[in-house]
């Protein structure tokens, strides 16, 4: 090896493709002038060799937030690294094209999260992908090496869109349970269904860390690759909001990009509206279970107007033509925005938690009765309910089942065939169906 190179000589092999730089002779010809002690770095960098990570990567990668034409890929390492991911229409990954953790200038590296959006995909359409790491490490001062990229399996996701299939799972409440989580998961996969939903709720309590955020949500025990061929739209649940390492959900758990988001939603960036084959399936964040003025939320809470943000952005959603036109609208939240009982706890007082979120429910509630919407989906109680549309009220409403229930967990599956959306409700405990639901298109105008 030539351990004594020009300046010249190394940054036209190392980055620049060799001829097609030398051809164009742009650096000024300051190899005469190199200092011995800068001569030493080139040569330390030169000499460096990596061995290869073993153990860089921890688990496998998870598919987040996915939208129509772009796709989130979340993947845990266990050192200093940047990321990347490689997609193809193809499972012999033919024609590759590759992108980098985000970020600009600086790609996303990071020592324990690397987030990769890939973009400019198609709807409904079916890829393959692997996720991959580059250990960087620094041979001489700041001077950074990657090491060679240790990539994932191969894994597969389709795109949700109108030509997607319209069929889709909701899991809520797993609370850390993870052998409960994993009778889930395994379930979902089993099933085939293509894209599931995280309705909230997913720490024992709360989070005190990032590291806690990371062992929680993207590799939690007993459930590797729950999401590496299972995109999971997340929606928030109560809990999600609690504990000093709240704050950054974000680093763990991707929110949509600032481009794939308009000026006046750019600060809710995990609600998401898209079409699953004839279902539109929105997802709203119904936030705290007590009111922003309770001493529990330390005063720096905003519920009140991101709900009312919220609203604004719901009817955004029903002006555009695919979600407008959709023959079945489904939207999931975490806290249910029906309740039977009347003496239930709204959420808008001092005592106690909410049962149901009153305010959410006033706010969104006439929107989804204007545009005819059939179903939502919620959590939170731990317990499967179903709640019939009445005259007033022309959507139901189906309560997913949680850790610990009184009753089972639950996996609630939505798909559309035979001119009618079926919800089965399945016990993820018992292995069996709990409950059918059938509901018709959407009829008539708004
Ligand atoms: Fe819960
Ligand atoms: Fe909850």
């Known amino acids: ?22 051809a164009t002779a742009v650096l000024p010809n300051v190899a005469k002038a190199m200092k011995p002690a800068e001569q030493a770095a080139h040569d330390a960098y030169r000499a460096m060799q990596i061995p290869r990570p073993e153990g860089l990567l921890e688990g496998e990668p998870m598919l987040q937030c996915p939208a129509p034409d772009s796709m989130g890929v979340v993947l845990a390492v266990t050192a200093f690294s940047n990321g990347f991911v490689e997609v193809a229409d193809n499972p012999r990954m033919a024609n590759t094209r590759r992108f980098m953790a985000e970020g600009l200038p600086l790609a996303g590296t990071d020592d324990r999260v690397l987030r990769m959006r890939i973009t400019g995909l198609e709807p409904g359409k079916r890829y393959w992908y692997r996720a991959g790491a580059a250990k960087l490490v620094h041979p001489t001062g700041y001077w950074t090496k990657p090491s060679e990229i240790v990539w994932s399996p191969i894994h597969s996701f389709t795109t949700p869109g109108e030509s997607a299939p319209a069929h889709f799972g909701m899991m809520s409440d797993t609370h850390a349970d993870y052998a409960q989580m994993a009778r889930i998961t395994r379930k979902y996969r089993e099933l085939g269904i293509p894209l599931v939903v995280w309705n909230g709720d997913v720490p024992s309590s709360l989070v005190q860390t990032r590291e806690h955020i990371v062992r929680t949500y993207l590799v939690p025990p007993e459930n590797e690759g729950f999401g590496a061929d299972t995109p999971i739209a997340f929606c928030r649940g109560n809990h999600d909001f609690r504990g000093e390492a709240a704050g950054r959900l974000g680093e763990v758990m991707m929110t949509r990009l600032p481009s794939e988001r308009t000026i006046e939603d750019v600060a809710l960036d995990r609600n998401f509206a898209f079409r699953m084959g004839e279902v539109a399936l929105i997802g709203l964040g119904t ?14 809470t905003r519920f009140t107007p991101y709900r009312k943000a919220q609203k604004a952005w719901l009817e955004r959603q029903f002006a555009r033509p695919e979600i407008a036109g959709a023959p079945y609208v489904v939207v999931c939240l975490h806290i249910p925005i029906v309740e039977p009982w009347p003496g239930a706890n709204p959420g808008t007082v001092l005592e106690d938690y909410a049962v149901w979120q009153k305010e959410c429910a006033e706010l969104w509630g006439p929107v989804l009765s204007a545009n005819r919407v059939q179903l939502v989906l919620a959590g939170h109680l731990h317990r499967y309910r179903f709640d019939a549309a009445t005259p007033e009220r022309p959507w139901a409403q189906i309560v997913g089942g949680g850790r610990g229930a009184s009753t089972f967990q639950t996996l609630v599956e939505c798909k559309a065939e035979d001119g009618r959306l079926r919800v089965t409700v399945h016990n993820t405990d018992a ?16």
């Open 287 to 300: 936030g705290e279970d007590k009111p922003d003025w309770h001493p529990a939320n330390g005063g720096f």
């Open 1 to 22: 090896m030539n351990t004594h190179m020009t300046r010249r000589d190394f940054l036209r092999d190392t980055f620049c493709g060799g001829a097609a730089f030398a």
């Open 431 to 446: 292995g069996t169906i709990a409950a059918e639901h059938f509901f018709p298109p959407r009829q008539g105008k708004a």
